[in-house]
C-alpha cells in the first residue's frame, strides 16, 4: 500500500480578509494546512477558516517583533514548509481619504509601509528558510498594479513598496534558486474586496474586460505558483489584473 501523502502546509500574511481571506479558503479546500499571521489575536469566530493553533499574532510593522516571531512559527511546523504566501500590505490615505503623495507622506509612514509590506516578506523567507529549502518549496509575493504605474488610489509609498518587493522577488529568485526554492510575485488589479475605493467604478470601465477581478482568481494564481504546475517558473511576476496594464 502507497504511503499517505504527506499534508502540505502555507503560512500566509494578511489572511482575515479579501485575497487572503479567499487565499486561506482556496487552499484549506485543496487539503492544505494553512497557518495564518495576523496582527490581531485568532477571534472567537474566525473569519478566514482556520485554528487557534494555525494563527500567529504578529505587527508585520515591528521589525523585531517580526523576527521574533520566526520561533514561534517554527514551533507549528515539522521543520517543512511548503509555501510562502506575503499577501499582508498596508495604504494609508490622508485625513479625508485622500491619496498620499511623495510631497506630503510623513518619514513615519513611509517606513510603517515598507516594514510590512517590503522588508517582513525578506525577514519571513530568510528566517524560514530552511523549511523551504526541506520541501524545495515556494515563496509568493503579493505585488500590485500599483508598482509599475502610478494609481489614482494607491500612495507613494505604497506603489514604491510594491515596485520594491518585485525587485525583491527576483533576487530571492536568484539567490534561494540553488536551494530548490522557486521565489515568484503575483501583481492584483482592481479586485472587488471591502477595501475599495470611492471611483473604482470609473477605471473598471477602461478595463478590456469590463469587471473587477474576484479574490478566489488571485487566489487560485498563487496556488498555481505554489503547486507542481509552476515548477520551473521562478523570478517571474504574473499580473492578474484583466488586461489593465496594457
Known amino acids: 500500500m502507497a504511503q499517505e501523502e504527506r499534508r502540505k502546509t502555507m503560512l500566509l500574511t494578511g489572511a482575515s480578509r479579501g485575497i487572503g481571506h479567499a487565499t486561506v479558503r482556496y487552499f484549506s479546500n485543496k487539503g492544505w494546512r494553512v497557518i495564518t499571521c495576523s496582527r490581531n489575536a485568532f477571534p472567537s469566530e474566525c473569519p478566514w477558516g482556520g485554528g487557534q493553533e494555525n494563527h500567529v499574532e504578529l505587527d508585520l510593522s515591528n521589525p523585531q517583533g517580526t523576527m521574533d516571531a520566526i520561533k514561534e512559527i517554527k514551533e507549528k511546523l515539522d521543520g517543512k514548509l511548503d509555501a510562502l504566501v506575503n499577501n499582508a500590505g498596508i495604504s494609508p490615505k490622508g485625513p479625508n481619504g485622500e491619496r498620499l503623495n511623495t510631497i506630503d507622506t510623513d518619514l513615519r509612514t513611509w517606513g510603517q509601509v515598507f516594514h510590512v509590506n517590503f522588508f517582513a516578506p525578506v525577514v519571513l523567507a530568510r528566517g524560514l528558510i530552511d523549511e523551504l529549502a526541506a520541501t524545495k518549496g515556494s515563496v509568493v509575493n503579493v505585488t500590485s498594479i500599483a508598482g509599475t504605474?502610478?494609481?489614482?488610489?494607491?500612495?507613494a509609498a505604497y506603489a514604491t513598496s510594491k515596485a520594491a518587493l518585485a525587485a525583491l522577488t527576483r533576487e530571492m529568485a536568484h539567490d534561494f534558486g540553488p536551494l530548490g526554492v522557486r521565489v515568484n510575485a503575483i501583481a492584483p488589479g482592481e479586485v472587488e474586496t471591502a477595501i475599495l475605493s470611492?471611483?473604482?467604478?470609473?477605471?473598471?470601465?477602461?478595463?478590456?474586460?469590463?469587471?473587477?477581478?474576484?479574490?478566489?482568481?488571485?487566489?487560485?494564481a498563487i496556488y498555481f505558483l505554489c503547486s507542481q504546475e509552476s515548477s520551473y517558473i521562478s523570478g517571474a511576476e504574473i499580473e492578474v489584473n484583466g488586461a489593465q496594464h496594457v
Not at 149 to 155: K, S, T, W
Not at 201 to 208: G, T
Request: proline share 13%.
Open 149 to 155: 504605474r502610478v494609481h489614482p488610489f494607491a500612495g
Open 198 to 220: 470611492p471611483g473604482t467604478d470609473k477605471i473598471v470601465e477602461k478595463l478590456p474586460l469590463r469587471r473587477l477581478g474576484q479574490p478566489d482568481e488571485v487566489a487560485s
